[in-house]
């Protein structure tokens, strides 16, 4: 099964080399990480996805808290809460193509950031499964030359269930 994990961490040099290091040295795969300040300086967040059961998710959660620079460490999968993505998505397209994607770019509430035929950069904040469904679509009505995607931010919507 798919995790969001949020790990609030100090803002110390190698934080971030402890965390990832835990997941190598265990064999367990980091699907996609962002690590940003928080409004304190001295703490960051760190937002990472990965897959495991729940014995591996329990493991990877106990282990996380027992990092020096860790203060808090959250499964947001197991309460509500808020998932998004951003993707940047560069097409070479048509000119018999541009009305039908621009209407799909609309509809999935994107925005086109250069309308130029050779290099059309367009960008959507969205839902995984709505970013994957997004760059299919777009795929049908151009060349895909480039994917830049920030990996899931997710944010708690009440306290997750306790295991």
């Known amino acids: 099964m798919r995790h969001i994990i949020a790990v609030q961490l100090q803002n110390e040099a190698g934080a971030l080399t402890r965390v990832a290091g835990l997941f190598s040295t265990r064999g367990y795969n980091i699907e996609s990480l962002s690590v940003a300040p928080t409004d304190d300086p001295a703490m960051s967040r760190l937002t990472l996805v990965t897959t495991g059961n729940d014995a591996a998710i329990a493991q990877i959660l106990a282990q996380l808290q027992k990092l020096i620079d860790v203060v808090d460490v959250t499964d947001m999968t197991r309460g509500e809460h808020l998932e998004r993505e951003l993707l940047l998505l560069k097409l070479s397209v048509g000119e018999s193509s541009l009305a039908?994607?621009?209407?799909?770019?609309?509809?999935?509430?994107?925005?086109?950031?250069?309308?130029?035929?050779?290099?059309?950069?367009?960008?959507?904040?969205?839902?995984?499964?709505?970013?994957?469904?997004?760059?299919?679509?777009?795929?049908?009505?151009?060349?895909?030359?480039d994917v830049v995607r920030s990996g899931a931010l997710g944010l708690g919507l009440k306290a997750p269930a306790t295991t």
């Open 100 to 145: 039908r994607l621009t209407t799909l770019i609309t509809e999935a509430g994107g925005r086109i950031l250069s309308a130029q035929l050779a290099n059309f950069v367009v960008e959507l904040t969205s839902s995984e499964a709505q970013v994957n469904h997004f760059i299919a679509a777009a795929s049908q009505f151009g060349t895909v030359l």
